[in-house]
């Protein structure tokens, strides 16, 4: 409870980033009784979809974090402009349910959460939150990742800048993820032609003069090369549209440039104006 009430919990880097956010989160009331009711929620989802097909939770109308987003969502951009629920307690909710995700939950978690972002102007949940998303995934094993939840993650980066609080320590985790849980390239660690593009168009924002975004192009490259599937237009606009903030005078983004010139080629689906425009 002491951890749930200070927002966050394990390692979240360095204490004095977090001191405005902490004081904020201790401000606000965490009752035991909704600590319990968080964990029977994820609890069930777990439980009834294991029974399904084995697997934790996945994307479904059901699953726990789509209701949470749904709610934050309801609550902060209705049409009505009526807030019914702070900023304030919806970081509160948040850091409740990061302190009680698994891997493949905290994946899909963000990915949801890029797409709140878009529909409500401005609340960036992972990049207010990416510290402790950290923290969390750091308690998992690099291994064992599949290449859709690797994807999910790095998309979900799409409105983070390098210079962001907790931006170097992500990059560096998911690079090491990258190199740990993707190594055969085949099944569940090989990553798609939407996956690449996705991945890639999660960079929208930062800069090749970051080492560990240098890092993790470096890990991308023969994951791009591996990739058999042919791109789509899409896919081609989104990769290209990632790299906009990179230079080729760096080595990484060359080689990211060069192993993505045979998907560009090999795509026989017509770019339509989006495409084209990215």
Sequence with gaps: ???????????????????????????????????????KVINKASKSKSKKNGDGPLPNKTNFQSKLLDMMYDALATDSGTVTLTQLEVDNEISICLYLMKGRDIARFMFLAAKLTKRSKGFDIVRRHLMAITGRLRSFPLSGWRAKDVAFMIYSLQGVRGDDVGTKEFLALITSIVNSSLKSGSGD?????????MILYGLRRMRSDNSEIL???????????????????QAVGNSLDGLQGMSSDCAEVRAVLAALVPKVQGCTEKLNDQAVGN
């Design 215 to 233: 890092a993790l192009l470096n890990a991308l490259v023969p994951k791009i090369i591996e990739c058999k599937e042919e791109f789509t237009s």
């Design 189 to 197: 660690q090989a990553i798609s032609a939407n996956g690449i593009s």
């Design 1 to 39: 409870l002491k951890e749930a009430r200070l927002g966050y919990h394990v390692d979240i880097g360095d204490s004095n980033m977090w001191n405005s956010r902490l004081k904020l989160s201790t401000s606000a009331t965490i009752t035991k009784n909704h600590l319990e009711k968080s964990a």
